[in-house]
């Protein structure tokens, strides 16, 4: 295609588009267009932009609000003037427009954030603000207006790292960059960290320049003088990230002796876990077991407890120690545990005096233990529903997030709890008792659940209480079906006006292959 039937195609394209997405996509590709080795800048808007802004913005702090509308326009009209190298007129709008609406002076009558109102990017729209702030001010005073002009327009716009940000929103490379470094340093570093362990982003701002300047020597040296969590998992990232194993291995140890706090101290072991992991040492289950004592979670009992397998005998003479030592309040991995070393009904105790609410707390067993129990009772097949409740249980809650480059570097793997409970399965014999007092823990839990659900009203969580009473029902010892069938049924007349849980009950019976009578 040649680039005159590429541009048809293009126009073609977005004249199917409404307004909206059709001046959206015209953004993307002026600003795509910028960064190509053609040298192309779009046309300098009209000088009259930056009178017509501050009297827009003048006019609207008065009144106190702004049409979304009339505000893209003067957004994208300062983006078109950045875009074109007149960096004055884009700083001219920007700091006319951004301010007021950050400190609320301007309303865009938003009940949501302000870029689910308007029509541009307005991270972009801040970059780009920033980046004309660097450019049109002196060297001596640059470092101090950039941080005010970032303080300005936070309520806008966050920049975690100012320097990437500038740099990604600008056509060509910053000008003086080398220069200004170590002024930029100097200037943070006069901003001093707070007593708890949340760090501020002027840390980040820090850590970003001081890298630039001195690459992981400086990340390492802010992180043995300020002992800070954060700075610490910089510096062991930042080796990973060059893919050091042995460095980044010997910078989480030596972190890890550096921090306090347990949680913190059990992402960076994670880390050098991870280290040992990718050097290929045998190490490997004693490392993740150290992480997982100094910082006790599912995932962390998981990825030690399969690290040599997934053979019941090894698995059993860890969760025996690990029981020993785990914390008391750690209820889900206490369940577990319990479970392995073969004491079912000590897990089943412990579920059934756990409360109906509060499922969502990770030492809350439900979401763990009665899913294992329904494994057990059911020779290992409980339906996807509980299946996949009881492996979300096991992971961290970041793994789910939405993917990007970061996914595609090396990670600790969490193992699947219901894998390795079905590779265990056979070696852990039940008793009669354990059986009994399995199911009769899942009716009470299962009770309980419905009784604190449907009592408050927590009407997006109806279907898991269906789900909790219909797995009592499927798996139910044979001896006792008729006796959890008509449980079922009294429960459902019980909540007779509840007609959103009676639907819900019939969906999980009907999953899980229960005939309940109508």
């Known amino acids: 295609m040649s680039a005159a039937e590429l541009r048809a195609a293009v126009r073609a394209v977005l004249d199917q588009l409404d307004d909206g997405m059709k001046d959206s996509v015209i953004d993307t590709l002026m ?20 009178q017509e802004a501050m009297s827009f913005a003048e006019a609207a702090r008065h009144i106190g609000r702004a049409d979304p509308d009339d505000v893209t326009e003067h957004l ?88 990437r940000d500038m740099e990604d929103a600008s056509p060509g490379a910053l000008p003086d960059l080398g220069v200004f470094l170590p002024l930029w340093v100097k200037r943070l570093q006069r901003f001093r960290p707070p007593k708890d362990e949340w760090e501020t982003e002027h840390e980040r701002w820090l850590r970003e320049a001081v890298f ?64 040992v992991q990718e050097l290929g040492r045998p190490d490997l289950s004693k490392r993740l077991e150290v992480a997982w004592r100094a910082a006790p979670t599912l995932t962390r009992l998981l990825r030690w407890l399969v690290s040599d397998g997934h053979e019941l005998k090894p698995i059993r003479t860890k969760a025996t120690r690990a029981l020993a030592l785990c914390p008391k309040t750690a209820a889900r991995q206490i369940g577990l545990l319990r479970v392995l070393v073969g004491d079912v009904t000590g897990a089943a105790t412990a579920l059934s005096k756990s409360p109906g609410l509060g499922w969502s707390d990770p030492d809350h067993p439900g979401h763990t233990v009665f899913p294992l129990l329904a494994m057990l009772l059911s020779n290992g097949t409980i339906g996807d529903a509980l299946a996949t409740e009881l492996d979300a249980t096991g992971r961290d809650p970041l793994e789910s997030f939405g993917m990007t480059e970061k996914d595609h570097k090396p990670r600790l793997t969490t193992p699947s709890i219901v894998t390795a409970i079905q590779g265990a399965r056979p070696g852990i014999a039940l008793t009669d008792p354990d059986r009994v007092a399995a199911i009769d823990a899942m009716r009470i839990t299962a009770e309980k659940r419905v009784e604190g659900l449907l009592g408050n009203s927590r009407r997006r969580h109806y279907g898991h209480a269906a789900l909790l009473v219909a797995s009592c029902v499927a798996f139910a010892p044979k001896s006792r079906a008729a006796e959890f069938l008509k449980w079922a049924m009294d429960l459902r007349q019980q909540y007779w006006r509840r007609h959103a849980f009676r639907e819900e009950l019939a969906r999980a019976c009907e999953s899980l292959g229960v005939s309940v009578p109508a």
């Open 31 to 50: 600003t795509r267009g910028t960064k190509t080795k053609s040298g192309w800048k779009p046309a300098r808007p009209s000088p009259r932009i930056v």
């Open 76 to 163: 994208r009209r300062a983006t078109k003037a950045f875009l074109a190298g007149d960096h004055a007129s884009a700083r001219a709008v920007f700091e006319a427009i951004l301010p007021p609406i950050a400190s609320v002076d301007i309303d865009l009558g938003q009940h949501e954030l302000v870029e689910e109102v308007l029509g541009v990017d307005a991270r972009a729209c801040v970059a780009q603000y920033v980046a004309s702030v660097y450019t049109t001010t002196p060297l001596r005073d640059r470092a101090d207006v950039i941080v005010r002009a970032i303080e300005q327009v936070q309520g806008v716009g966050t920049l975690s790292s100012p320097i």
């Open 212 to 275: 630039r300047v001195d690459g992981v020597d400086g990340l390492e040296r802010i992180a043995r003088k300020t002992r800070r969590p954060r700075a610490c998992l910089a510096w062991c990232e930042a080796l990973a990230d060059q893919g050091n194993w042995t460095a980044a291995l010997k910078a989480c140890d030596a972190a890890a002796r550096l921090v306090r706090q347990s949680h913190w101290r059990g992402e960076l072991l994670d880390g050098a876990a991870l280290a």
